[in-house]
């Protein structure tokens, strides 16, 4: 068999294995064979999507739920073969894909599934991060962590199941932090728009210390409640050392 024809032959296969009703296999290959591969090939797609996404997987019907599965499977052109980033390649199908029946959360709860895993599997490490862990958050000039992902989402994804699925989304947006802290451990945490404000400050103002990122963010507020505010983000500051959000001082 000369290179082009073995191709056409790969080319004919996977497209079988992909689609099996669209797509007629290969002549002279036993279906039972065949059968082997694309039960195998099926279910390890299937098997990795329920893992990375089980309240998804809870939420979809059997028969949507493999409808979805095989349509990702048979149409998705990845960008990379690593099974660690199928989950990062389903969030693009899904954000590429319009199709009616889908729930309006869809896209934004395989967001919130997908970070969690995206935060664990970072390779990066705090310990190489050069900062004082014990410095002054407030006082000095406090380092946000790499590992710390804030969040904003229309809809209260952290709290959706089976017997929780708005149709509309809230008049508030949800916000969350995502962190995964120094003894690895990945956690979330619900925040205020204030908070994410805090951090977006601090990221933007590098040379800034966390007291005065804090009365940035209250100036345009009336003076007889920007001793509270302030008094809140400065507790605030030191909740999100505690909970490696802010590593300590650069």
Known sequence: MSGPEFRELQYAFAAHLRNPERNAAPAGIDDRRLAVYRELFYNNVEGLLSSNFPVIRRLTPDPRWHA???????????????????????????????????????????????????????????????????????????????????????????????????????????????????????????????????LEALQDKPACTGLECVESLVEAVEAGQRDALIGAGVAMLRQLHQRDVLLGTA
């Open 68 to 198: 979805l599965v095989r349509e990702f499977y048979s149409t998705h052109q990845s960008h990379t073969p690593l099974f660690t980033e199928i989950g990062r390649e389903f969030l693009r199908f899904l954000e590429t894909r319009e199709a009616d029946g889908d729930p309006p959360f869809l896209q934004e709860l395989a967001h919130y599934e997908w970070v969690e895993l995206a935060v664990s599997i970072d390779e990066r490490t705090l310990d190489e991060i050069h900062h004082d862990p014990s410095g002054d958050v407030v006082a000095g000039v406090p380092l946000v962590s790499p590992l710390a992902w804030p969040l904003v989402y229309r809809y209260p994804v952290h709290r959706i199941a089976v017997d929780c699925q708005p149709s509309e989304p809230p008049a508030q947006p949800t916000c969350l932090l995502v962190v995964r802290n120094r003894r690895d451990e990945v956690g979330f945490m619900e925040v205020s728009p204030l908070t994410i404000q805090l």
